[in-house]
């Protein structure tokens, strides 16, 4: 398989590349030059397979790279290390009505799901090509807990995490400092967390810079980001009688990463009868799929942070394939995007995407309202992020489509938001139940490009 980038200009790359790249060169993302086929028969089959076997027979076509005995190995062992033995299952919650459980990975969010294979694929191809790199990401809390756990101890690899310090949740905050691998590395900066992704975008035009640590990136755009995603919506699927009964997917939206992973299950060939995408006050998206207008607002904090986000890298990928796969008109409308703050599409296109997109949105009150709700029907605590995913696939009229919605966190991650909302306060699992005990290791550093750069130079300088 090789991919293009939704720019246009940048160099076709095979699988091991895009991984090893993240962001095309012409600013692009990289997507499939076409989309394998799954046959209804393959996704009959899958309601009786194990999920690392789904997980290798999706992925394979994409990953031609890689040997495939080599494949299935690393995808057996990244899914056995998940604390369910089907690794995503499925909850009844209503007549029609279910939960895919997404957070049974080490950092209890679905963003294990694709790091752990992520980073096991990285040791593997920088092993085959004796190279070695860093990893430099910022975070507001998930995405760095799943990185560091996901890369600790992996050969060839120093991780480096900028997270704002006093701005990220205690459970987030010792999820990552309290690993201590020799590999990780903890820096909390004196700022925001927009203020540590433009140190980390500083980082990556410095070209010296980044070429003398080797620097790269595992943020949602990568590719192998999205594409493990993609096989949790054919499994929940299956077990619910695909390709025969077409199934929904209501997705608590941020980066438009997971709910693409859903486009691209269903350009395989998933009979899907539509993806919402879910917002929380931070709506652009939801705006978008009512209007066709997609125009930049203020970001606002929620109990809901992984999805406080404005532009969605992702949702890029999805524009490609809008315009007829034309990098020129991406670029074009990236270019309005950034000089004007926004784009419109017209109303044939914005037709064309609500043949398989809708949308909802729900906000903080009405976020507290269902973990309250769905506690006092069933028992059950929901995190904030996938409340706001149950509370947009209810207020669509009901069908007799069967809905699944994406749980997308372990309630005990966010347990001041449940708490608020239902008077009780989850537990941790117990893999980390004595997370509060561990001793945590950091560096507090000032919000200066320098000082962090000298900084990463003395923790793995000499090694690339
Ligand atoms: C990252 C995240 C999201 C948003 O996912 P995207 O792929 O960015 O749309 C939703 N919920 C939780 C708990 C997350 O960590």
Redesign the pocket.
């Known amino acids: 398989m090789n991919y293009i980038s939704t720019r246009g200009t940048a160099p076709e790359l095979g699988f091991e590349d895009v991984l090893l790249t993240g962001l095309a060169r012409d600013g692009g993302l990289y997507v499939p030059a076409a989309w394998p086929d799954l046959s209804a028969g393959d996704i009959k089959a899958f309601a009786s397979l194990p999920y690392h076997a789904v997980a290798t027979r999706v992925m394979a076509p994409f990953a031609d790279g890689i040997a495939p005995d080599a494949f299935a190995d690393i995808v057996r062992t990244t899914y056995d290390g998940f604390d369910h033995h089907s690794v995503a299952p499925l909850r009844q919650l209503g007549p029609n009505e279910w939960l895919l459980e997404l957070f049974h990975g080490p950092t209890l969010?679905?963003?294990d799901v694709a790091m752990q294979l992520l980073a096991r694929l990285f040791e593997h191809v920088l092993a085959r090509r004796s190279q070695r790199l860093t990893i430099v990401g910022a975070t507001s809390g998930?995405?760095g807990a799943a990185a560091i756990e996901a890369f600790r101890d992996r050969a060839g690899i120093d991780v480096v995490i900028l997270h704002p310090l006093d701005r990220v949740s205690e459970v987030q905050r010792r999820q990552m400092t309290t690993v201590t691998a020799a590999n990780v590395h903890n820096i909390a900066v004196r700022g925001t967390f927009d203020d540590c992704q433009a140190l980390l975008k500083m980082m990556f035009n410095d070209i010296a810079f980044r070429d003398e640590i080797a620097l790269s990136a595992v943020n949602?755009i990568n590719w192998a980001r999205v594409l493990p995603q993609a096989v949790y919506y054919l499994t929940a699927a299956a077990a619910l009688g695909a390709p025969d009964r077409p199934v929904a997917f209501c997705?608590?939206?941020?980066?438009?990463?997971?709910?693409y992973a859903g486009y691209v299950a269903a350009a395989m060939g998933l009979p899907v009868a539509r993806l919402v995408v879910a917002t929380n006050r931070n709506d652009i998206l939801h705006r978008f799929f009512q209007t066709g207008e997609y125009r930049v607002d203020e970001v606002h904090a929620t109990q809901?942070p992984?999805?406080d986000?404005q532009v969605?890298s992702?949702f890029e990928r999805l524009l490609f394939d809008l315009v007829g796969r034309d990098g020129a008109a991406v670029s074009a409308l990236m270019r309005d995007l950034s000089a004007a703050g926004g784009f419109a599409v017209d109303a044939a296109r914005l037709a064309n995407t609500r043949a398989r997109f809708d949308s909802g949105r729900a906000d903080e009150a009405e976020t507290t309202a269902m973990i309250g709700r769905v506690h006092a029907e069933t028992g059950l605590l929901l995190?904030p992020?996938t409340a706001v995913g149950l509370a947009a696939a209810r207020d669509r009229a009901p069908d007799d489509t069967p809905v699944v919605v994406l749980g997308?966190?372990h309630p005990a991650k966010f347990p001041d938001a449940v708490e608020k909302a239902t008077g009780r306060r989850p537990d941790l699992p117990a893999r980390l139940a004595d997370l509060y005990d561990r001793a945590e290791r950091y560096d507090v550093l000032p919000n200066d490009l320098a000082a962090i750069q000298a900084h990463i130079r003395g923790l793995v300088g000499g090694k690339a």
């Open positions: 969010a679905f963003k998930d995405t949602s997705v608590p939206t941020g980066n438009f990463g997971d709910v809901s992984s999805m986000i969605a992702n995190d992020h997308t966190a």
